[in-house]
């Protein structure tokens, strides 16, 4: 059992930048792979990065290649999601996610176990 709980999201202008956060307790960290979801109303939750145990391995969805970067601090059980050139289209809720799946292997909701709570990020044009 693994418990997450985001921070850090908020309302920032175009061009911005920001940084979530994803603290995880209950059991070893570093067993999971850890993603990152966003999520708008009426729509399916999509993949936006992940990262493996290590956090040797990362990977991006294509419309966040570039601009967002995923990383991990094993010791502090906690991964990151450091977001800059910041969209409107990017606003969304967004969730931090665990799966024993390899992050190699893991880009859908169905396939990630643990989910936080989730953290708006609001991007104003």
């Known amino acids: 059992q693994v418990q997450l709980v985001e921070s850090g999201g908020g309302l920032v202008q175009a061009g911005a930048s920001l940084s979530v956060s994803c603290a995880a307790s209950?059991?070893?960290?570093?067993?999971?792979?850890m993603g990152w979801f966003r999520q708008t109303p009426g729509k399916e939750r999509e993949f936006v990065a992940s990262i493996t145990g290590t956090g040797g391995s990362t990977y991006y969805a294509d419309s966040v290649k570039g601009r967002f970067t995923i990383s991990r601090d094993n010791a502090k059980n906690t991964v990151y999601l450091q977001m800059n050139s910041l969209k409107p289209e990017d606003t969304a809720t967004y969730y931090c996610a665990a799966t024993q799946i390899p992050a190699a292997l893991a880009r859908t909701q169905y396939q990630f176990n643990y989910w936080g709570q989730g953290t708006q990020v609001t991007v104003s044009s």
């Open positions: 209950g059991s070893t960290f570093s067993r999971y792979a």
